[in-house]
């Protein structure tokens, strides 16, 4: 072995949720859960599991990553340079977000603390919007999103 075994703090998940936050709006407006939900399966074709989203919000948040306010979620922080680089691919960016957490200072808190607002009803009603939305408009609720992205590689933050 060649040295100790680095071990995040950060579920795997955690990337694809925070890449979700930042293709709904989590850099503008902030994003609502039922977005976050829609562009999760558009990026992975698979919904998100409570467990994921109460945990990851929670992680996220601690972090420093993420905030919530009045019902949306905003990037904030060092996370605001996550902003899609034009040219690169979903997958290339999923990558630079896990690499991102990886190197982070964060090293947890209680394993077992969650986003106690993400209340199972909560994620149901979120996920039946979702839903309810790509039924009457199939193909657009789910497609692949078109993020914000940044041609110089940052994002300023004001």
């Given at each position: 072995?060649?040295?100790?075994?680095e071990i995040s703090a950060f579920d795997p998940s955690d990337a694809w949720l925070l890449?979700?936050?930042?293709?709904?709006?989590?850099?503008?407006?902030?994003?609502?859960?039922?977005?976050?939900?829609?562009?999760?399966?558009?990026?992975?074709?698979?919904?998100?599991?409570?467990?994921?989203?109460?945990?990851?919000?929670?992680?996220?948040?601690?972090?420093?990553?993420?905030?919530?306010?009045?019902?949306?979620?905003?990037?904030?922080?060092?996370?605001?340079?996550?902003?899609?680089?034009?040219?690169?691919?979903?997958?290339?960016?999923?990558?630079?977000?896990?690499?991102?957490?990886?190197?982070?200072?964060?090293r947890g808190s209680d394993p077992d603390e969650v986003d106690p607002a993400l209340t199972?009803?909560?994620?149901?009603?979120?996920?039946?919007?979702?839903?309810?939305?790509?039924?009457?408009?199939?193909?657009?609720?789910?497609?692949?999103?078109?993020?914000?992205?940044?041609?110089?590689?940052?994002?300023?933050?004001?």
């Amino acid at each position: 072995m060649s040295g100790p075994l680095e071990i995040s703090a950060f579920d795997p998940s955690d990337a694809w949720l925070l890449q979700a936050v930042l293709y709904a709006g989590g850099l503008t407006e902030g994003a609502e859960l039922a977005d976050v939900i829609g562009l999760g399966d558009g990026i992975r074709d698979a919904l998100f599991t409570g467990e994921e989203l109460r945990g990851g919000f929670a992680r996220l948040t601690a972090a420093g990553y993420v905030r919530s306010e009045d019902g949306r979620y905003f990037v904030v922080g060092e996370a605001r340079g996550l902003a899609k680089k034009e040219g690169l691919s979903l997958g290339e960016h999923a990558a630079e977000i896990a690499a991102f957490l990886a190197a982070s200072n964060y090293r947890g808190s209680d394993p077992d603390e969650v986003d106690p607002a993400l209340t199972d009803e909560k994620i149901r009603a979120a996920v039946q919007s979702y839903l309810t939305r790509f039924e009457r408009e199939p193909g657009e609720a789910d497609a692949a999103p078109e993020p914000p992205t940044s041609s110089t590689g940052s994002t300023t933050v004001h």
